[in-house]
């Protein structure tokens, strides 16, 4: 038998993957323009229609412009997770990308962790991009004291966001259906958690559906560590549950349902398509 | 030793039976062909020996391994071209070659895989951008990066224009001589012909017969005769019927009739006689072993009537 020599080392794997997933993404115009121009855009608009008001708070008067970067740099990274993977796994599936990563000898976990791990990657430029566009323009305060919880924060929310997406990946039927259902889940949600339009004295059932959910306990924690008055140095145990929990729900569904395949109708068509181009070069 | 053995291999698809019992035994450093129409099951059994399949009952090796147990061993040490893999369109062919070579134990360099798929002047271009049959070519480089003992080929030149069709027959010639073992399934018989040091027919989830490509022939018993009619159309359809009685598989091929023939000397006769009784010319003989597409049509309609 021929000598093959050694493995190539795991961690170098898995860097490999990450580069090449935000690689990817930088390459991708559209999921640029959704996942870190638009937030951007709206912290621009919604700034200068509602910048001069306030929201109020337990601690005082929060000016909107301030409360508006922490919740859109937030949304940033549920776009670079969820919205990201839920849009890209599918492709990817049908396209039988995944299925040619399998047949090859990279670990099934260093393929996985390296999309996820390279949705984390995006999140923490995209949410970076907005708080320091908050800083300078739209006297976001940051206190050194709170970081480290913002930080404890943001990380188990882009961890929880990346494993929802992919549950959420193996969900839809198809390619094309994947930006309708990534979409239909997360902007609804979004308007119910306090990200485009901080509700004044919502319903209390409205308040409750949002509080159920992950985003709104996520963006409001994350927030609360820029609150300009009484900055938050200490986690909100209660809203990181929630957002954990969504997260190991979603890291059970992603690892008992991903498909490396295409489903059978998919394939079919997949197929068809592939060999339609052919014919025609 | 065997590259692959496989016995009684049986893959469902809920009802339906796609591969039904299937056994077969490949050696190292040996090219084989899986021919067949689609739905054959040639594409199930291949999925099955590269791991990619689930079967449903049957025993499998493969290098040594059995490939449902997804070795990581075994995938480092097979290529893999399929119809249905895509690749990240985004990427750059050096990139994308470089990126899928850095997986294995031993990869090729990708100056040294772009020159030998002869896509070495497309390095930059994205792969979204390449044509089908670049994109072929991009499949087949990303099947031999990781210097693979067993090279899996499924249907590697659908699309290829001839002379890039040329230049892959070539490739897998030279792999070949580096003692790789090559388990291609295509439906061009010149490929088959050219390429395999012995072919599989399947037809309807079996493997109807087996062997190297001269041995079909022969195997066939029948001979392949073949003439030009001088005469006028009322002349052709007569002798079109005369040779109909002669032999099998009748057909006109550019302006020449062909048959198939057990017994060349009295089919000879036959036509011979009727030239001249009938005072029309023909010319143009030729007698031949058949190729192996006459003899591949000749199993498969063979096993349909069964």
Redesign the interface.
């Known amino acids: 038998m021929?000598e093959?020599?050694?493995?190539?080392g795991v961690g170098?794997?898995i860097l490999?993957q990450v580069r090449?997933q935000v690689?990817?993404f930088l390459?991708?115009p559209i999921g640029l323009f959704f996942t870190i121009a638009l937030p951007l855009i709206m912290l621009v608009v919604f700034n200068a229609v509602f910048g001069d008001s306030t929201v109020a708070s337990e601690a005082g008067e929060w000016p909107t412009r301030q409360f508006y970067t922490g919740a859109l740099a937030a949304f940033t990274a549920v776009s670079a997770t969820y919205t990201n993977l839920a849009n890209t796994v599918p492709v990817?599936r049908e396209?039988?990308?995944l299925?040619?990563w399998?047949?090859?000898?990279?670990?099934v976990p260093v393929l996985i962790l390296g999309q996820m791990l390279g949705a984390l990657v995006v999140a923490i430029l995209g949410a970076l991009l907005l708080l320091i566009v908050g800083v300078l323009a739209y006297g976001l305060q940051v206190d050194v004291a709170a970081l480290p919880n913002a930080l404890l924060t943001f990380i188990v929310g882009v961890l929880s966001f990346a494993a929802l997406g992919m549950a959420i990946s193996s969900a839809v039927s198809s390619a094309d259906s994947a930006p309708a259902v990534a979409n239909a889940t997360i902007l609804p949600l979004a308007f119910i958690s306090n990200i485009f339009i901080p509700l004044e004295d919502p319903p209390r059932w409205l308040d409750l559906l949002g509080d159920i959910f992950p985003l709104k306990p996520f963006a409001e924690s994350f927030q609360a560590s820029f609150h300009p008055i009484d900055p938050a140095t200490s986690p909100d145990l209660g809203a990181l549950a929630v957002v954990a929990l969504w997260g190991m729900f979603g890291a059970i569904a992603a690892v008992r349902t991903f498909r490396f395949?295409p489903t059978?109708g998919a394939?079919a068509s997949?197929?068809r398509r592939?060999r339609g181009?052919?014919?025609?070069? | 030793m065997s590259a692959i053995t496989v016995e009684g291999l049986v893959v469902n698809?809920g009802e339906l039976r796609a591969v039904a019992g299937v056994d077969v035994e490949i050696a190292r450093g040996e090219v084989y062909a899986l021919l067949g129409e689609n739905g054959a099951g040639k594409t199930s059994t291949i999925e099955v020996l590269?791991?990619?399949r689930t079967r449903t009952s049957g025993s499998v090796r493969v290098l040594g391994h059995d490939p449902a147990d997804g070795s990581?061993?075994l995938?480092?040490?097979?290529g893999?071209v399929?119809?249905?893999?895509?690749?990240?369109?985004?990427?750059t062919v050096a990139e994308a070659v470089g990126?899928?070579g850095?997986?294995?134990?031993?990869p090729r360099s990708v100056n040294e895989v772009l020159e030998l798929v002869g896509l070495t002047d497309r390095a930059d271009a994205r792969c979204g951008t390449l044509?089908?049959?670049q994109r072929?070519r991009l499949d087949l480089a990303?099947g031999i990066v990781?210097?693979p003992?067993l090279l899996f080929l499924d249907e590697p030149t659908?699309?290829f224009d001839p002379s890039a069709r040329r230049r892959a027959w070539e490739l897998v010639d030279a792999l070949r001589s580096d003692g790789m073992t090559v388990v291609l399934t295509t439906h061009y018989l010149d490929e088959a012909e050219h390429l395999a040091d012995r072919v599989g027919v399947m037809s309807a989830g079996r493997l109807v017969v087996e062997g190297t490509p001269a041995d079909l022939q022969r195997r066939s018993g029948r001979t392949l005769v073949s003439f030009r009619c001088g005469g006028d159309e009322h002349d052709l359809a007569a002798v079109t019927r005369v040779a109909e009685g002669l032999g099998d598989r009748v057909r006109l091929v550019d302006g020449r009739i062909e048959l198939l023939t057990v017994d060349v000397t009295a089919a000879l006769h036959a036509l011979t006689g009727w030239s001249v009784a009938q005072r029309v010319d023909l010319d143009s003989w030729s007698v031949a072993q058949p190729s192996l597409e006459q003899v591949f049509l000749d199993l498969v309609g063979g096993a349909d009537d069964e």
């Open positions: 021929s093959r020599g050694t493995w190539p170098g794997l490999a090449h690689r990817l390459r991708v990817r396209e039988g990308i299925k040619r399998r047949s090859t000898p990279l670990p395949d059978p394939r997949g197929r592939q181009r052919q014919r025609s070069t | 698809y590269e791991g990619l990581r061993d995938r480092d040490r097979i893999i399929l119809q249905t893999t895509g690749v990240e369109r985004q990427l990126l899928y850095a997986v294995y134990r031993q044509s089908g049959g072929r990303l990781g210097s003992e659908t699309g």
